[in-house]
């Protein structure tokens, strides 16, 4: 055996170098072994039954642990190999805990046209399938004296940090820098090729290759073997034919510029066994080089589109405006814009439709992000100079008006059509547009059109066409249809939006900035998605969440909450179909609510407030429990709303005179029972909404509803008093407190496992029926935002799946600390100081004073009093710790980075709130209070920026 000699150990003693020799020696006979076992097998594909004409056998070896109960499979782009589909995977054989094996033999044309694409899933004890992350593994040898090719394969973990790297951000954009143009010496008559992925190389790097073997170069670091790039992997073809076997070798970096070896990479030598046959061929698919993973990191910045000021908008944030957004973020060294969703909302025509997250379309854009001018252009710039006094006067409204910018812009898109709409829709791109979108667009136009000629976005009040039929939405779109003018207007708007966003997208990409969209958990239950697939949503339910920081009664989005058993059934497509949408103008996205993915909070139809939902789907608490846990089931007592006059007292105080005979009614055990006209939130709520708005009836309004809730369970729906639900925050109601203290002790364990343990698994399966799916669907780089009440599983899950997570200073993971510290993010994930749904810095500085103090000497460190307003020098030292944390991105809302500079903050910090969710019908209007154009003059504090984001290592 010729001598061996690790890159480590070659400056060390003889002692050193025999230790790593005898190292490798024992690793080697147990690879070997694997080796000769997998050639004794002979396990061909049993399809096709007979062996193709034009054969060649394919081995594929995957070194994976498994334990008891698993079992690997594979699957290709091919007929052999089950044409991707996981449902005619092939199973593989087992030879030892760490490798599993499959021979198969396929026609050699298959290798010829396109290669052979090929990924592993793993079935686990239950039979679930877990997919390896990519589809880059291939077979595409161009020999074609070639019989047998064998894969040496490493599994690719979805949780791996390097995957990030491969996401569209980074591989369009951020990396893009990295693709060095070489071409490797490779020989023609090669046995083995060697295949790695190495994504965060510096600019003019490459891989290298060293071993033990001359044809490896004999570990001479200045003259190595490089690699070229194809595709994500860094590849060389080598003869090693008169190598002496095992061969022990590492990948290395190499800077082509400067003609220099740089390093190795991190731990022990790789060994490659022999190629016996003459026509035969080994591809190794070593997975990712072994260098540290989690040294990128980047900053940026979050503001809605609608929050953006510039001397040529029109009252609110346009997509045009995002360009000289892009251009400041490239001056202060931010590589990400995130902004909140763009898609239309107009369904009332009221301020009402500022709520982003109520989109009517989830693939539509909101006509309130055109820019008039743009459409215009110069020959038809008249019209829409004739609205520059209009423009000038709500631009310099301090927020945005949203209901006059929206008319005004809606009035001016339907003149300009009329005298460009026919040229433009017969343009090529346009009818590109069209073709490409023609899945959502016609029913979208069709929508909009009936929303408009019947006043309303309630479909099933619309006189025709109350059910979506496509056939009868076919007709309005036909050459001779007196519709179609009308309707193609919508065409025309969403054609020009698509056209100033995709440029605005490329802008920044020329820059060097990505663009980070979001994605809604709910759909607007009035709106084109639910008229098209009603079956798609539980149009019966109603999406929310549970009580919280931001709301004590919880949150009622009012959304449907999604079927997801139907939508399974086609393989995701609605969503498959959204993600591709968002991809032409976005890098990344935020899933807004990810833990709706393990089980969304239901509200009943019959609520109004949030606290009368439950999780969906949830193990459900059987009444034999309670007597097996020592409790007599009461029904009325725990299911039934408790109301007494102690409990009146502790609503009202004073009674209002007139209340018990108008609402309530005496019942047998001593109490009061609802009258039947006012046993739900909605009767309520209907009952008050033809009363004066006075602010009395506000108070009965929410005494009735807190007399609602006043319970301790739900009963499941169709359960014939079988199982039942707890109330959240069931210790805090009269209900619950009025019990004796043996009875709320076995309450409150019932409560804990129900909440807190029984459901983590099943919530877990929950999830991975889904998320992997839909991970799969793109590859922009996946952001959750997983805040709230969350369960233990959701860590692990997003972890697996190489999901970031959110993570906010004021709102730690663990319930058992009142801040989180920013050094202690995981890498995976985005970390910032507040969002659009909270209080910016200064305005939560000023909100608690006890809380303040403990903020300031604990989490920054700071002796005696804290200050009464966030001073510019604490907003800072709040920004700088976040900018030191190890999380992948740091993102601010521009609010927060103003704060840094007592001359450009906002006077009033109240003012920079962009959404509070503890009111219902929140107005969103945010808007900066200084132009873009302005900010961008600001070169003291741009550059002062600059330093500090680039110090801090992003």
Known sequence: MSDIRSPLTIDHSLLTSVHTFFEIKSRTRHVFSIFVKSCRLDTTNSRPKTEPTIAMKLQFNLRFHTEFGQSLWISGNIDELGNDDPAQALPMEYLDNESWTIRVAINRKSVAKHGVRYRYFLKTKEGDLVTEWGNDKVVDLDRKDLEQVEMIDTWNHAGEFENSFYTAPFNNVLLKHTDVKLKSKSSKNFTHVFRVKAPLLRKHEVVCLLGNEPRLHSWKETDPVLLSREGNWWSVQLNLVECSFPIAYKYGVFNTKESRFVSFEKGDNRLAHECVPSKKAIIIHDGFIRFPNNTWKGAGVAIPVFSLRTRNSFGVGEFTDIKLLVDWANETGLLLIQILPINDTIATNTWVDSYPYAAISAFALHPLYINLAKVAGKKHADKVKALRKKQKQLNELPAMDYEEVIRFKLSMLKELYEVMGDECLSSGDCMDFFNKNQHWLEPYSAFCFFRDK??????????????????????LFAPKSSSRKNINFYLFVQYHLHLQLKEATDYAHKKGIVLKGDIPIGIYRYGCDAWVAPSLYNMNEQAGAPPDDFTAVGQNWEFPTYNWKRMQEDGFSWWKQRFEQMSHYFDAFRIDHILGFFRIWSVPAHAVQGIMGRFVPCLSVHYIEFGENGLWFDNRRFCKPYINDTVLQEIFGDVPEGFKENYLVTNDAGGYDLQPAFATQRQVEAHFGELDQTENNERLKLGLYDLISNVILFEHEGSRGQEFHFRISMEKTSSFRHLIPHIQQKLQALYVNYFFRRQDDFWKKEAMQKLPHLKNATNMLICGEDLGMVPHCVPDVMKQLGILSLEIQRMPK?????????????????????????????SWWEENRERTQRFFNHVLGQWGDATYFCEPWINRAIIMQHLYSPAMWAIFQLQDILGMSATLRRDNPTEERINNPAIPKHYWQYRMHLSLEDLIKETEFNKELLDTVENSGR
């Open 814 to 842: 663990d319930i058992n600390k009142e801040f989180s510290y920013p050094h202690d993010a995981p890498y995976l994930s985005v970390i910032t100081p507040s969002t659009h749904d909270m209080s910016t810095l200064r």
């Open 454 to 475: 019947y006043g309303t976005s309630h479909f099933e009040q619309w006189k025709t066409n109350a059910v979506y039929d496509k056939k009868e939405v076919d007709k």
